[in-house]
Nanobody, 116 residues
Framework: VQLQASGGGLVQAGGSLRLSCAASGNIVKDNVMGWYRQALGDEREVVGTMTSGGFTHVPNSVKGRFAVSRDNTQIYLQMNNLQPEDTAVYYC?????????????WGQGTLVTVSS
């Protein structure tokens, strides 16, 4: 499965951005798509996921500011009230739920820079 992310850029603190990620290829019925981010020097962390069945997860660290949504093979991350600490490369990910072995793929990443 190939993932193409877009929507990153430079925004001032307090602003908003919407990231998009389109999946293509051999997409199975039961899957999860999600967004992760990695700031310079930090580990990659999840910021929102959504299953093909519609279950979402947004960690407390960004809950209330970030929201994830899906349109079948596209996943979106709406980011509001962005802060400089949100600066990172944002990656989308696709993985299967019911296959053995599990399959996972990553997008190329899109840079989000929040200026103070």
């Amino acid at each position: 499965v190939q993932l193409q992310a877009s929507g990153g850029g430079l925004v001032q603190a307090g602003g908003s951005l919407r990231l998009s990620c389109a999946a293509s290829g051999n997409i199975v019925k039961d899957n999860v798509m999600g967004w992760y981010r990695q700031a310079l020097g930090d580990e990659r962390e999840v910021v929102g996921t959504m299953t093909s069945g519609g279950f979402t997860h947004v960690p407390n660290s960004v809950k209330g500011r970030f929201a994830v949504s899906r349109d079948n093979t596209q996943i979106y991350l709406q980011m509001n009230n962005l802060q400089p600490e949100d600066t990172a490369v944002y990656y989308c990910r696709y993985w299967t739920i019911a296959t053995v072995p599990q399959y996972s793929s990553w997008g190329q990443g899109t840079l989000v820079t929040v200026s103070s």
